[in-house]
Structures are given as C-alpha cells and as structure tokens.
C-alpha cells in the first residue's frame, strides 16, 4: 500500500515557474514508476512525465525542455520542476505511483494516486 500526497501547486503568471513534489509512505518507493499526470477541466487525463524505477525519463511533447521530473528513493519523494508555465499548463496534476516499475510510458491507470494539486497558469 502506498499513500501519496501532492504539494506545491497554485497560481503563476505565464513564463513562471512551479515545484510540484509528492511524498510516499509505505514501502517499496524505489520499485515504482512515478509520475505526474493532469487533468484540466473537459478534457481527459494525459501523462506529463515518468521516471522509472531505473531512473529513465519521458515527457510529454507539451512540457519537453520546460518540466523536469526527478525522485530521491532515500526520501520517498518525486518533484517535477515546471519552467515557462504557459495558460494551457492549467490543470490539476495527480502523482501516480506504478507497480510496474519499467513502464516509462503512459500507464492505463492503475498503481496509487495523489489527491491532485491546482496549478494555474493566469495572468
């Protein structure tokens, strides 16, 4: 079982940036993949980027070169550094921990999920 809790989102003018982190409890944090993925309003939940048990890396085309995603196994946590914030970054952004700990690839959602944390991108 593991527990997720998402910080640091709220509201930042375009080109600003933003720290998302999420902790875990429980056991077995290093195993997964984690990953942010967001959800803005009538539209679906898409991937925004993964890192695997192994520490490979995949982004969304939307947020390459702006987000950076990183874990620190000894701590239990995942951030995502989100520079350049534009409007469409708009979403809540949900951390997902995968059983599968090689998927560098969109999951079919399963695994654990935070509750979720606004980021909105607004001048």
């Known amino acids: 079982q593991v527990q997720l809790v998402e910080s640091g989102g709220g509201l930042v003018q375009p080109g600003g940036s933003l720290r998302l982190s999420c902790a875990a409890s429980g056991t077995g944090f290093s195993r997964y993949a984690m990953g942010w993925y967001r959800q803005a309003p009538a539209k679906q939940r898409e991937l925004v980027a993964v890192?695997?048990?192994?520490?490979?890396?995949n982004y969304a085309d939307s947020v390459k070169g702006r987000f950076t995603i990183s874990r620190d196994n000894a701590k239990n946590t995942m951030s995502l550094q989100m520079n350049s914030l534009k409007p469409e970054d708009t979403a809540v952004y949900y951390c997902?921990?995968?059983?599968?700990?090689?998927?560098?690839?969109?999951?079919?959602?399963?695994?654990?999920w935070g509750q979720g944390t606004q980021v909105t991108v607004s001048s």
């Open positions: 890192i695997t048990s192994g520490g490979r890396t």
């Open positions: 997902n921990a995968d059983p599968i700990g090689s998927r560098w690839y969109e999951n079919p959602g399963v695994g654990y």
